[in-house]
């Protein structure tokens, strides 16, 4: 892969940096991601072409806050600050920050001069996501005003001698409406990257390395069916053929019929050269999630189970050398493992991990990509475009979207639903214009009528998101009569359904989804 261009991402805690990342690599620019805590020389050894500075939750003039030496500001190096990372690059080189008179929260109109390098092509009034309590109340020396806001009257500052520019706003957020091409500018036009990084790089050396840390070793691979573990089996199976092994873990928590759909794409019969192995172990998800209703309990338990049935596999292969996984980048950030940032959930191939797993390593191909990076490395290696396409399933599956203890009725109830849900979505001709659309049981149970008699049954919520990177969604807008024919035949077709709620939350505040 050439790396000549690299981006560096020096990460200080907040919830959106792995989305500056890949807005980077969207413009055909290599990225990687370091904690503040990274040593300078280490930053410097990298050569990189710039370095972005993200958001954080801290105030930086707070004693212990995390910071950055001043020296980072003096390498030649193009440096831009975002949010937290405007603020802290003020501070360090002799500006003011303090609490904000009026906190901003939301989408801003913003004032921009355009005569900035920064802001080249970028409308005079733009609106831009704002997430902040501090501001910058005066520029550093040598610092001029490149954007404002009726409340913040350094919304930006550059230094374009020393090719450094601060935003208080977030470029990164889908939000901000120009956000993209400020990003392509500082990149592309400030650091002056060519933009040679390719997907078809990516898989390269992703085949590349997977070989050099394999060698001659066994790997087993938890396939789900889903697009992420898919692509995982389809990089490992170029990379290394038959050493390795996947097994299906069907924990009686898929949607309907999905068991038999995922054995029949991967199994003997399908396209995939490789090993495969369905275990079938419903009973006993079932029997460990009996009486459990905590989410973080119930995530921690079906992860921990996956990794047990791997371990028992892997006894009756023999030596196995390797666990992979198709954690992605959202997983990471969200377990609270990517650099700084707050756990929001864990998810059962990242913070659900046991303290003692039975491997030597895991291998996780796809830990530094997104959903949408993900879906062009699956078609790159040639895996089947509705596989690649496939709706997004958590790796705990239903067992976050049932609210409460899990069941074998609840587990019907919702696979029931749900398959109603996405039959009818499908008619509608919808299903690829959505991001991402499931039924959920929730714990709610209420007097209903039906056929002259009073029922207590629950309620089924419907959500349906769209979103490119997953790490923020807004509600999709389902025509009303589709969704009233779901409503319709999910309490005239599955038995215990009383009422149909629609979900319009986005994330934030809400997740994706309901646990």
């Known amino acids: 892969?050439?790396?000549?261009?690299?981006?560096?991402?020096?990460?200080?805690?907040?919830?959106?940096?792995?989305?500056?990342?890949?807005?980077?690599?969207e413009?055909?620019?290599?990225?990687?991601?370091?904690?503040?805590?990274?040593?300078?020389?280490?930053?410097?050894?990298?050569?990189?072409?710039?370095?972005?500075?993200?958001?954080?939750?801290?105030?930086?003039?707070?004693e212990g806050a995390p910071t950055y030496q001043e020296e980072l500001f003096s390498l030649g190096i193009p440096v831009l600050g975002l949010c937290y990372g405007a603020q802290l690059m003020m501070h360090v080189l002799g500006g003011r920050v303090e609490k904000a008179p009026v906190r901003e929260y939301g989408k801003i109109q913003v004032s921009v001069d355009s005569s900035s390098p920064l802001f080249d092509d970028v409308s005079e009034t733009t609106v831009c996501w704002m997430s902040h309590n501090d501001y910058i109340s005066q520029a550093a020396l040598g610092f001029r005003i490149i954007a404002h806001t009726a409340d913040c009257p350094v919304a930006a500052a550059e230094c374009a001698k020393k090719k450094l520019y601060a935003i208080q706003f977030h470029p990164e957020v889908l939000h901000t409406v120009e956000g993209t091409k400020m990003l392509y500018n500082f990149v592309r036009g400030v650091c002056g990257c060519a933009g040679t990084w390719r997907m078809d790089s990516f898989v390269e050396e992703s085949v590349k390395q997977i070989r050099e840390k394999v060698g001659g070793g066994k790997v087993l691979l938890a396939l789900s069916g889903g697009v992420d573990s898919s692509v995982a089996a389809g990089l490992l199976s170029r990379a290394i053929g038959k050493q390795l092994t996947c097994v299906f873990v069907d924990h009686g928590l898929l949607r309907k019929d999905e068991g038999d759909e995922v054995e029949a794409v991967f199994g003997q019969d399908g396209d995939f050269d490789l090993n495969f192995i369905r275990v079938n172990a419903q009973e006993r998800y079932y029997a460990k999630l009996a009486g459990v209703t905590e989410p973080e309990r119930k995530r921690k338990i079906i992860g921990e189970e996956f990794i047990r049935v791997f371990e028992e596999e892997a006894?009756?292969?023999?030596?196995?050398?390797?666990?992979?996984?198709?954690?992605?980048?959202?997983?990471?950030?969200?377990?609270?493992?990517?650099?700084?940032?707050?756990?929001?959930?864990?998810?059962?191939?990242v913070g659900g991990l046991p303290d003692y797993v039975d491997f030597k390593e895991i291998i996780e191909p796809l830990r530094d990509l997104f959903k949408d990076e993900v879906r062009k490395a699956g078609l790159e290696l040639g895996i089947p475009e509705k596989l690649v396409y496939r709706q997004p399933f958590p790796g705990p599956g239903l067992g976050i979207r049932i609210i409460g203890e899990v069941t074998a009725e609840k587990v019907r109830i919702v696979q029931d639903a749900d398959a109603i849900y996405r039959e009818e979505i499908a008619k509608a001709g919808l299903d690829r214009s959505i991001g991402q659309y499931f039924a959920a049981l929730t714990n709610m149970r209420s007097v209903g009528v039906m056929g002259d008699e009073r029922t207590y049954d629950y309620a089924v919520a419907l959500r349906a998101?769209?979103?490119?990177?997953?790490?923020?969604?807004?509600?999709?807008?389902?025509?009303?009569?589709?969704?009233?024919?779901?409503?319709?035949?999910?309490?005239?077709?599955?038995?215990?359904?009383?009422?149909v709620f629609y979900d319009l939350t986005s994330k934030p505040p809400g997740t994706i989804e309901f646990e």
């Open 1 to 25: 892969m050439d790396r000549k261009e690299k981006v560096i991402v020096i990460d200080f805690g907040g919830q959106y940096n792995q989305l500056v990342a890949r807005r980077v690599r």
């Open 27 to 62: 413009c055909n620019v290599y990225c990687e991601i370091y904690s503040y805590k990274t040593d300078l020389e280490q930053i410097k050894a990298m050569n990189p072409k710039g370095i972005i500075l993200t958001g954080g939750p801290n105030s930086c003039y707070e």
């Open 315 to 349: 006894k009756k292969i023999g030596a196995v050398d390797f666990l992979a996984q198709g954690t992605i980048y959202p997983d990471v950030v969200e377990s609270g493992l990517g650099g700084e940032s707050a756990v929001i959930k864990s998810h059962h191939n």
């Open 465 to 499: 998101v769209n979103t490119v990177d997953f790490m923020t969604a807004e509600s999709a807008e389902v025509p009303f009569e589709v969704l009233q024919m779901v409503m319709s035949r999910i309490i005239n077709e599955v038995r215990g359904v009383n009422r």
